[in-house]
């Protein structure tokens, strides 16, 4: 038997396969609230505008609410043989209420209606992004907060750099969060307009009121471009792209927390309930949730890559191609989600182990860059030289299998007599951290700063 939607010029149903490759049934029940809320919207502007009977309106808003409820208690009865949720939820409504249900899909098309539902959709992912983002910020704020003066080694290309502080590192991370916690919401702002009335494409000669229904669903304005409106998807992409970045900031503060927690490094103790067993190895304590939010990044960034595949090239307006586009958000989502919340639980319950920081700190010839600045400042020598005294300084430290500070006076006076006593102040991990009182730098009062500025900005 044919469609009973749009069957009035089929003479046969779908074969089985042809059914199964349309419809999308299995992952858009994931949209309902938002369908049933666009068509509240929809029925309530048809009523206000005269187009549909108040009496009708009314059985079509009682039937809508039936129907939501049936869904959120799980008593709905999903049809594949109804290849959507618009579709589903009509012929649920058409079931409860009979023929008023009829008048619903006036001067609304399956292309505007999943437009709207989409960017409903997608806005509560961004405003739950957005929530998740500043938890994660408020964890990193208070290891920053605790440890603005404990030293650790800073790095460039995975080599001991210069010392920085642990409140320094954390609050780099904060920064990064807060520019993708900036991108959604632009990404909000900029998508939150709305696509109903925009009818299958080209609008409708119903007298419909675009902006009721857009103020009833808490967008800005109505799309100006009803070709636009069904036709875009740069709102999931936005949101895809965002998502990625912020998946690269957590993937590589995962990466380090993965190197922090190994026994060869132990600058971070993450918690049991953040770690896992082996099975064979009973000493081991795993990091997963590190590894598996490192990870996530590559699905994320995935799906941001195969929907702008599927986008490209597509002819306006509407196209199934386009159907394509939930799967990959929805899977997106999930998964930042998750990182977001496991990233936040293993800040919020991690310590840092304060003597292993500073030990690794003063290791590995940090402050021979504190060194040469000195030899500037006393010597008045130009930093070119002052880079090569401390170059063959290091190289003395190492031939003899010690560090800077190891190194006697007389060993220093020996590469430059100028060196006095007072170099070693120079070579101590918490000095070289205190001077870098730049804006911007390491310095615990600079570092101390900036958490009180965040803390105040994020309330
Ligand atoms: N399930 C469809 C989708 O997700 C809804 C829109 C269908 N529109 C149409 N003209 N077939 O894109």
Redesign the pocket.
Same mark, same amino acid.
């Given at each position: 038997t044919s469609n009973q939607m749009w069957g009035g010029r089929f003479a046969a149903g779908p074969d089985a396969i042809m059914e199964a490759i349309n419809a999308?049934i299995g992952f #858009?029940q994931r949209m309902a609230a938002q369908d049933i809320a666009g068509s509240r919207a929809h029925a309530a502007m048809l009523g206000a505008t005269g187009i549909v009977s108040p009496s009708d309106v009314e059985a079509i808003r009682k039937g809508l609410l039936t129907v939501l409820s049936e869904i959120e208690t799980g008593q709905f009865q999903f049809s594949t043989a109804l290849? #959507?949720i618009?579709m589903n939820v009509e012929s649920r409504l058409t079931e409860v209420i009979g023929a008023p249900a009829g008048r619903l899909h006036t001067a609304r098309?399956?292309?505007d209606?999943?437009a709207t539902d989409f960017r409903l959709w997608v806005r509560d992912q961004l405003d739950a992004t957005d929530a998740g983002l500043v938890a994660l910020m408020k964890a990193l704020l208070t290891q920053a907060e605790v440890g603005a003066g404990w030293v650790m080694p800073g790095f460039t290309h995975l080599q001991t750099a210069q010392p920085v502080t642990w409140g320094h590192h954390m609050m780099a991370y904060v920064e990064m969060f807060a520019r993708d916690l900036s991108r959604v919401r632009d990404a909000r702002k900029r998508m939150n307009e709305s696509p109903l009335g925009a009818a299958a494409l080209a609008g409708t000669s119903f007298p419909i009121d675009r902006h009721m229904t857009a103020e009833a669903l808490g967008f800005d304005r109505p799309m100006a471009n009803s070709l636009d409106a069904v036709s875009d998807r740069d709102f999931a992409l936005e949101f895809l792209s965002t998502a990625s970045i912020c998946a690269m900031h957590l993937s590589r503060f995962a990466e380090e927390l993965v190197i922090w927690s190994s026994a060869q490094f132990r600058f971070v103790t993450l918690s049991d309930r953040f770690s896992t067993g082996s099975s064979i190895m009973p000493q081991k304590k795993n990091p997963d949730a590190a590894e598996l939010i490192r990870a996530k990044i590559g699905r994320i960034f995935g799906a941001n890559v195969a929907l702008m595949m599927v986008m490209k090239g597509l002819p306006l307006a509407?196209s @199934?191609d386009?159907?394509e586009d @939930?799967e990959q958000v929805f899977d997106a989502a999930d998964n930042l989600m998750l990182a977001l919340a496991a990233m936040e639980g293993m800040v919020k319950d991690m310590s840092a182990n304060r003597e292993s920081l500073e030990r690794a700190a003063a290791s590995g010839f940090s402050t021979a860059t504190d060194l040469a600045d000195w030899l500037v400042r006393i010597l008045d020598l130009p930093f070119r030289q002052a880079h090569h005294i401390t170059g063959a300084l290091v190289a003395l430290a190492e031939k003899k299998g010690c560090d800077l500070p190891d190194l006697t006076l007389a060993d220093m006076q020996g590469v430059h007599e100028g060196i006095t006593d007072a170099v070693f102040e120079v070579l101590g991990v918490h000095n070289s951290v205190a001077s870098r009182l730049s804006y911007g730098g390491t310095a615990p009062t600079r570092v101390r700063e900036q958490v009180a500025r965040w803390q105040e900005l994020l309330g």
């Open positions: 999308s #858009d290849e #959507d618009h098309s399956r292309n209606q999943v509407y @199934k386009m159907q @939930k």
